[in-house]
T-cell receptor, first 115, second 114 residues
Framework: DQQVKQNSPSLSVQEGRISILNCDYTNSMFDYFLWYKKYPAEGPTFLISISSIKDKNEDGRFTVFLNKSAKHLSLHIVPSQPGDSAVYFCAASPNYGGSQGNLIFGKGTKLSVKP | DAGVTQSPTHLIKTRGQQVTLRCSPKSGHDTVSWYQQALGQGPQFIFQYYEEEERQRGNFPDRFSGHQFPNYSSELNVNALLLGDSALYLC?????????????FGPGTRLLVL
């Protein structure tokens, strides 16, 4: 049973427009959420994170929104650039003994940004 | 500042063999986690090492074992390899702290079992 779901396997966006990637989770014990970007033949690269006590976190062109009641988070990229084309993974983590527990990943969404 | 490094980058083994993968954490980090990523899937947690002890373990059989050394580097060992063990093996490091630590990933080791 998947605890973290990314229901859109792929997304295509025009350069300069907004990209919105969505993620749903089922476990209410998750208290830390992260987005990673992955290029082929590379490991995941950390993008942005959010704690469960917040509902929004911004870092440059990237903003993550968390809706705890809906168990939903989204990543907004504005404006989208061709270099953003990659697979994006949503990950969630429970607290474990006061530090971060294991990451549980979704299956990823492949973003294509067209010039 | 060196990031997470893994070796080797690629490996080919046959069924029944044993394999050892290695990971050096990012400078200043004390915790190493290992993940398996099958094609088309997200990474799946294998186990985490902290203070040279296995701290957490995912749903993987005992054929998967690990070790952490005093310098925080880590090894993942897989015995009696199966075809289904073919995957990208990722190492991630972090620093134990507040519960909001970020795990940083290495480039991975791609294992092919024939």
């Amino acid at each position: 049973d998947q605890q973290v779901k990314q229901n859109s396997p792929s997304l295509s966006v025009q350069e300069g427009r907004i990209s919105i990637l969505n993620c749903d989770y089922t476990n209410s014990m998750f208290d830390y959420f992260l987005w990673y970007k992955k290029y082929p033949a590379e490991g995941p690269t950390f993008l942005i994170s959010i704690s469960s006590i917040k509902d929004k976190n911004e870092d440059g062109r990237f903003t993550v929104f968390l809706n705890k009641s809906a168990k939903h988070l989204s990543l907004h990229i504005v404006p989208s650039q061709p270099g953003d084309s990659a697979v994006y993974f949503c990950a969630a983590s429970p607290n474990y003994g006061g530090s971060q527990g294991n990451l549980i990943f979704g299956k990823g969404t492949k973003l294509s940004v067209k010039p | 500042d060196a990031g997470v490094t893994q070796s080797p980058t690629h490996l080919i083994k046959t069924r029944g063999q044993q394999v050892t993968l290695r990971c050096s954490p990012k400078s200043g980090h004390d915790t190493v986690s290992w993940y398996q990523q099958a094609l088309g899937q997200g990474p799946q947690f294998i186990f985490q090492y902290y203070e040279e002890e296995e701290r957490q373990r995912g749903n993987f059989p005992d054929r998967f074992s690990g070790h952490q050394f005093p310098n925080y580097s880590s090894e993942l060992n897989v015995n009696a390899l199966l075809l289904g063990d073919s995957a990208l093996y990722l190492c991630a490091s972090s620093l134990v702290g507040t519960g909001q630590e970020t795990q940083y990933f290495g480039p991975g080791t791609r294992l092919l079992v024939l």
